[in-house]
């Protein structure tokens, strides 16, 4: 009896062995663990904004739920063999969202804006540098960040305007717009454009004198 005892648990050992040398030769037990990684990350991220929406008072919550749910989406994304699709982008638009909720939660939380929308512009950016690697993206990057501060003067709490920060606003808008002229095919339009009319000027002058 015990002779049979031993025989049947050298087997089922042999038979676990042969299953687990089979998963791995068809790759399927790194699969399977990295599929049970994201689904741990996944559900870590949901733990958070369950303790987010259950005490709204707890609005950090919702930071690393979001940071958390952001990450298992690049491992699933990992898996599917698109890590390089748009990672970056999912990523910072999940952290963009976090801080948008805080603000939606209490109008009170108004400086969730200001990462909210810089995190939501960095995620456009990294999005069309995946669409359009040669493009240049840094007007994007600074017209971005303006409309940020102009949202943060329109969205005041208690209906008070922040007119300090049409400042920056203005100020990172000129500069996109700069950005955006210097590194456009614009450019290339309205020298030529002054020239014409810096001549037509000269004639215009010396024709009436």
Known sequence: MKQMQWRVVVGVLLVLAGLLALLQTFDILRL???????????????????VFLAHRENWWAVIPGMGLLGIGALIGLSILGL???????I????LSVAFWL??????????AVIPGGVLLTLAVVAGVDEIAPRAETGGVFFLGLA???????????RGERMKWALIPAGVLGAVGLIITIATSSVLNLLWPAALILAGCFLVYRAVRA
Not at 32 to 50: D, Q, R, S, Y
Not at 91 to 94: D, R
Not at 102 to 111: A, G
Request: charged share 10%.
């Open 32 to 50: 399977v663990w990295e599929v049970a990684w994201a689904g741990l990350v996944a559900a870590g991220g949901a733990c958070f904004l369950w």
């Open 83 to 89: 890590d390089g699709l748009f990672g970056g982008a």
């Open 91 to 94: 990523f910072l638009g999940a």
């Open 102 to 111: 805080v603000y939606l939660r209490s109008r009170e939380n108004w400086w």
């Open 147 to 157: 409309l940020t501060f102009v949202l943060v003067y329109v969205l005041s709490a």
